[in-house]
DNA sequence: TGTAGAATATAGCCTTGGCTTTAATTTGGT
DNA sequence: ACCAAATTAAAGCCAAGGCTATATTCTACA
C-alpha cells in the first residue's frame, strides 16, 4: 500500500526546492512593475518622442498620483530622470533594461501565437507573462521559433 | 516622412486597450498568492494528509508569522478552514481553485518542456507564469500538447 | 497679457505581504 | 506526569502600490 501509493502520489518536491521556486517567483513580480514602466516609457519616448505621467498613467490604468509615486521609484533606483513638470526620461540602465523587456515581449507573444493563441489574448496574457520567463527559457523560446519558422 | 515613420514604426495599442491589458496582469497578480497557497495546501493534504503551518512556510520560502497572516486570508475569503494550533483544510471553493491551479500548473510546465525548457527550469518560471495564462490560453496550450504528441 | 483648464506634484490614507519579537499552546521523550 | 522543544499565535513594524483630495505650475487661447 505505501509502495502503491508512492507510486501514483508523486512526491512533492523538497522544501528547499520548492521555496527557492517560490522566492524566484516573487523576485520577478518585485520587478514586474520597474520592467512595465520603462518598457513603456520607451515605447512613448519612440513614438510620441516624450513621456508625460498623464499618458503613462492612461496607459497602465492607475491614477496619475500612482503613476508619479511609481516613477519617482524609477528615478530612485537609477532607472530614469525627470525634471518637476517636465517629462520623463530613461538612463542608460532604464534604456537596458527597456531594450531587454521589450524584446522579451515580442518573443512571448510569438510563442503564445506559435502555439495557437489568438493575437488579442497573446498580447494580453503576455504582459503578466512576461516577467516570469527566464533566460533560459528565453533562449529555448527564441530556438522554437526559429525551427517553427524553418520547418 | 510621417507615411514611412507610420510603417516602420508600429503604433502603440490605444490607452484604454493597453490599460485593459496591464489591469488583467494586476488583477491576475492579485489572486497569485492565494492560487499558490490552496495549490500548496491541496498537494500537502493529498501527500502526508495534513498541512502544518510551518511546513507551508517552509515550502514557500516565507517566515511563519506571514504564513499564518496568509492563512488567515484564505479563511476570510472562503477558501480554507483551520482551527486553532490544528492544521489547515480547504472549503470547496478552495478545493475548486486548488484543481483549477493545479491542472493549469501542469498544463504549463509541459508546454514549456515541449518548446525546449529543461525541466527545473520549466517547473520554476511554471510558478510565476501560471497565474497569467487565461482560459483562453490554457485551451490553446491542451491543444498544442494534444498535436504536439499526436503528430 | 491674463486667465481658465490641463497637467503635475504633494499629502495622507488603505491593504497586502513581507519581517521580527514575544507569548501561548501542544507534543514528545524521560 | 512533567518539562523542553517545537509549533502556533499575536502584536507591531516596514515598503510597495493602489487611491482621493488638495495645491501648484504650465500652457494655450482670448
Redesign the interface.
Known sequence: MTISKLQV?P???S?PT?????????E??AI?LLE?YVE?IA??L??HGEARPI?IA????VSHPTAVKSINRLKREGLATAQPYRGVFLTEAGHAMANRARARHRVVVQ??EA????PE?????A???E????D??LR??A??LRSNNAG
Open positions: 502520489e512526491a512533492l518536491p522544501p520548492q521555496a527557492q521556486r517560490f522566492g524566484k517567483a516573487r520577478a513580480q514586474a512595465d513603456l515605447d512613448l519612440t513614438v499618458d492612461r496607459r497602465l490604468g510563442v503564445l502555439i495557437g493563441v489568438p489574448t497573446a498580447e494580453s496574457d504582459e503578466g507573462i516577467h516570469h520567463v527566464s533560459i527559457s529555448a523560446f530556438r522554437f
